[in-house]
């Protein structure tokens, strides 16, 4: 898997180092408000999560998230795209850590992701909660079009749905 590059960024495979990075991350405020709670609390939590999450779902869908770095190698965040029981498409996800957001890091790293995979998909979608303007906001200058709220968690609580043709 080869890197995605940017112009402040870098996008590289999740390895199992990467634990004490991606536990700081799922672990954040910003992350539980607008994600989830993912139960990932140990080191060792961590990089099974990153075993499942970002290598296997390379490896069997040919596609997952990727770890974003500055160009000097410090992580920042986690974008790719997901596959969703619930959705026919790839769904693009991110999260930044909190110090990282509102520089325009999520939208950069999102428009070269979009673009390493637009020969390989028609269409993508996104999902965020109601509540997450700042998502909402960036799923727009992505030229994402919001179609539809649909209920797909044990919380029974409505999530927007937005579709990019590619």
Do not use: W
Not at 37 to 59: C, L, R, V
Not at 79 to 107: E, N
């Amino acid at each position: 898997m080869d890197n995605i590059k940017s112009q402040r960024l870098i996008m590289r495979s999740g390895q199992l180092s990467d634990s004490s990075f991606i536990l700081t991350l799922l672990n954040q405020p910003s992350f539980y408000e607008n994600i989830a709670d993912k139960g990932i609390y140990t080191p060792e939590q961590a990089q099974d999560y990153i075993q499942n999450t970002f290598i296997n779902s390379h490896q069997i869908n040919g596609f997952g998230p990727y770890i974003v770095t500055l160009k000097d190698s410090t992580p920042i965040g986690m974008v790719g795209l997901f596959k969703r029981d619930y959705l026919h498409v790839p769904d693009i996800g991110y999260a930044f850590l909190s110090k990282y957001t509102g520089k325009g890091y999520a939208t950069e790293a999102c428009e070269q992701l979009i673009q390493n995979v637009q020969n390989r998909f028609q269409t993508i979608s996104a999902i965020t909660s109601e509540d997450n303007i700042a998502s909402q906001k960036i799923l727009k200058k992505l030229n994402f079009s919001r179609m539809t709220d649909i209920i797909a968690s044990h919380d029974k609580q409505p999530i927007c749905l937005y579709i990019k043709a590619l």
